[in-house]
């Protein structure tokens, strides 16, 4: 309902109660912009003495660049007098006596008087702290925004009341979804008893950093997280809610899991070593060692008799036995992502056709296998070995298979041996056709031996460059 206007006053004396009481500064305004009265608020405000001050124009207390300016906009005023509130949006300046200036809201009132001219009360409030918080509180929101870690805040009765756009990011819901929400719908159901119980020991004063637990993705999955609460409260301490940081650990998480992993396999690799040496150092001597007791003991034995053909052949099978020991060294002492070798390429074409064979070929690789061979050599190698044991294992009906790979005298040489059913000779042929054509290619030679009930070698060789 509109304000009945005032009556009139017979004189300004007549506002000196109000001046008394007031907590703000108060300025009173009379004929010609002239300060008529100013309470003790507004001398402290302001640094001036009343009786100094009473008399001069009002512009004493603007900046100086400011006079001609508030002269306009005073009469401006005057020509229309009007109530003007408090927080009515003006950014507004005074000036103290030694010159400096400070920040200020101001409300104006106008009063008649008996005689006519109006008195203009100006109630004056310092915003210098104002200014300052909400300067803070600009920076802390321009903080938050910019933040890369989720935040939130949820009043006291866990209602989320501030949202990020790192919290939207992180957990996809945009802040009209969620504000206004529980703070505990964001909360894996396992999880919610002992959210519920941080969030009532951060209410009794107890700080919590870097708390690991998980948030609820808004598409029902769930971020592995790490949390900050803090209790935020008022100048009194009464409690206002709560504050939450939340870091995405799924990275951390990720690598950690690449660490075990890398340390796993380095244990692996470690026991592997181990095996290794354990295998050339023990083992492989014991073998010689009874290879050379066998070999003693042939010299003893009448060539005629049967126990000399049964001694030479147990030595050929100990010497076999130190190749493949060799072979599985070399294989152990592998470690994931190695370039592979020659040797290691032909190893794992073993492993791959140990299945369609029936059983695992065996290796017995000869000089410097992996330092002389060249890349075109390697390659052609790696087909004939792969092309031989896919014929043993399609036609032969073998029950072993045998890969030489000797490297001496200038040459490699290759021989796929088995102890199948042979080669029919009316068969067809164009895998072996290949083989002796990759021969060719090289400057090498290609020969195939075989007979029914016998098995089947191929030798490959080529010349090393």
């Known amino acids: ?6 009556e009139p006053i017979a004189d300004v004396s007549a506002l000196d109660p109000f001046l008394l009481l007031s907590p703000d500064a108060v300025v009173v305004v009379g004929r010609g912009g002239r300060i008529d009265r100013i309470n003790a608020r507004a001398a402290d405000l302001f640094g001036w003495s009343p009786d100094d001050l009473v008399g001069q124009p009002i512009e004493a207390l603007v900046p100086a660049e400011l006079h001609e300016v508030h002269r306009r906009q005073r009469d401006g005023f005057l020509s229309a007098p009007h109530t003007r509130p408090m927080g009515a949006g003006l950014s507004l300046e005074a000036a103290r006596r030694d010159g400096t200036t400070f920040p200020v809201d101001i409300s104006l009132s106008v009063l008649p008087t008996v005689d006519g001219s109006p008195v203009v009360i100006a109630v004056v409030r310092d915003m210098t702290e ?15 925004r910019s933040s890369d870690a989720a935040m939130l805040s949820a009043t006291a009765q866990r209602r989320i009341d501030s949202w990020n756009p790192a919290a939207e990011v992180l957990l996809g819901y945009g802040p009209a979804e969620i504000v206004g929400h529980d703070a505990l719908e964001l909360v894996p159901d396992r999880l919610r008893d002992e959210t519920q119980e ?6 009794n004063g107890e700080g919590v950093t870097l708390f690991d637990t998980a948030r609820r993705h808004r598409d029902g999955s769930e971020v592995p997280v790490a949390i900050t609460v803090s209790a935020m409260r008022d100048p009194l301490g009464a409690f206002l809610g709560w504050c939450e940081v939340v870091r995405d650990q799924s990275e951390r998480l990720r690598i950690q899991a690449r660490l075990a992993a890398a340390e796993t396999d380095r244990q692996v690799l470690a026991d592997r070593e181990r095996i290794a040496r354990d295998l050339h150092d023990l083992v492989i ?10 070999q003693a003991l042939a010299t003893t034995i009448d060539p005629d008799d049967p126990a000399a053909a049964r001694v030479t052949k147990a030595i050929g099978e100990l010497d076999m036995a130190v190749r493949e020991i060799r072979t599985s060294i070399f294989t152990i002492r592998r470690k994931p992502g190695d370039v592979a070798s020659l040797r290691a390429r032909l190893l794992d074409i073993g492993t791959e056709m140990t299945e369609a ?17 060249t890349d075109d050599i390697s390659e052609a190698a790696a087909a004939v070995v792969r092309e031989g044991l896919a014929n043993i294992a399609k036609h032969a009906q073998a029950r072993e298979a045998r890969v030489r790979v000797h490297a001496d ?21 164009s895998g072996l056709a290949n083989i002796a054509a990759r021969a060719e290619e090289l400057g090498g030679t290609c020969t195939i031996d075989t007979a029914a009930g016998t098995g089947t070698t191929i030798t490959w060789s080529v010349p090393i460059r």
């Not at 309902?1 to 005032?6: F, G, I, K, R, T």
């Not at 001597?285 to 066998?294: D, K, T």
């Not at 064979?357 to 061979?373: S, W, Y």
């Open 198 to 203: 941080l969030y009532e020991r951060v209410r």
């Open 285 to 294: 001597q014991r073998i010689f060692a009874a290879g050379m007791g066998l």
């Open 130 to 144: 104002q200014r300052q918080r909400d300067r803070a509180a600009a920076r802390l929101a321009a903080l938050v």
């Open 409 to 429: 005298a200038g040459a490699l040489r290759v021989a796929v041996s088995d102890d199948g059913i042979g080669i029919d000779e009316t068969g067809h042929r």
């Open 1 to 6: 309902m509109p304000v009945p206007p005032a």
């Open 357 to 373: 064979l029936g059983h695992r070929p065996t290796f017995d690789f000869r000089g410097p296998v992996d330092i002389v061979v």
